[in-house]
């Protein structure tokens, strides 16, 4: 079974400090590994995945992820982050053979001014 | 972007009532699903439907729930007969490949209360 936890409800940080969301999974075989985004009143929006290749991936507005094989987390950072990157932050696992994402409980970030 | 689109944002049902929750999936997907969330707990899957049938499904999604395509834009989520645990935030999402790398786009949700 696939399983992703995310250990902090909360993120508070300042404007213009570095951002770290946590997050660790756990799957059978090689994971699909994705983050999303959800603003208030809306849908949950793609930020960015890791299939395969670098470690280190790019998504949108301005995140990324380290993927660590070893340690099986895949942290979103931000390096400076802006008051509306506040937001509720899922991690997802998907195994290779899967159709479903598993969620995280989410990390609530707040970015204060 | 294109957008997946869900109505209505809000539903409010007496116990044992049926609703059906409707969405329209982006035009292009061929695979969609359904989720949902418990207010303060996770994200959970529900279903999904590829090829107008049923591709994998979880343990909520017992017999009370049902999905459909009936005209080949909309994706219904239809619950037979609501129990109180039922209330919860239902998200429809489509993607145009299954499983592996592909990529999810969510509607923004319909929040069903049921009293």
């Known amino acids: 079974a696939q399983s992703v936890a995310q250990p902090e409800d909360q993120v508070n940080v300042a404007e213009g400090n570095p951002l770290t969301v946590k997050c660790t999974y756990s799957?059978?075989?090689?994971?699909?590994l994705f983050w999303y985004v959800q603003y208030p009143n809306r849908g949950l929006q793609f930020l960015l995945k890791?299939?395969?290749?670098?470690?280190l991936v790019k998504g949108s507005y301005g995140f990324e992820a380290e993927f660590n094989k070893s340690q099986t987390s895949f942290h979103l950072k931000k390096p400076s982050a802006l008051v509306s990157d506040s937001a509720l932050y899922f991690c997802?696992?998907?195994?290779?053979?899967?159709?479903?994402?598993?969620f995280g409980a989410g990390t609530t970030v707040t970015v204060r001014a | 972007e294109p957008e997946v689109t869900q109505t209505p944002s809000h539903q409010v049902t007496q116990m044992g009532q049926e609703v059906i929750l409707r969405c329209v999936p982006i035009?292009?997907?061929?695979?969609f699903y359904w989720y949902r969330q418990i207010l303060g707990q996770k994200v959970e899957f529900l279903v999904s439907?590829?090829?107008?049938?049923?591709?994998?499904k979880s343990e909520i999604f017992d017999d009370q729930f049902s999905v459909e395509r009936p005209d080949g834009s909309n994706f219904t989520l239809k619950i037979r007969s609501t129990k109180l645990e039922d209330s919860a935030m239902y998200f429809c999402?489509?993607?145009?490949?299954?499983?592996?790398?592909?990529?999810?786009?969510f509607g923004s949700g319909t929040q069903l209360s049921v009293l």
């Open positions: 439907f590829y090829n107008n049938e049923i591709s994998e």
């Open positions: 999402a489509s993607s145009e490949e299954a499983g592996g790398d592909g990529k999810l786009f």
């Open positions: 890791y299939i395969t290749g670098d470690n």
């Open positions: 997802a696992v998907r195994d290779i053979s899967d159709y479903k994402l598993s």
């Open positions: 035009s292009n997907h061929l695979y």
């Open positions: 799957v059978s075989g090689n994971p699909y």
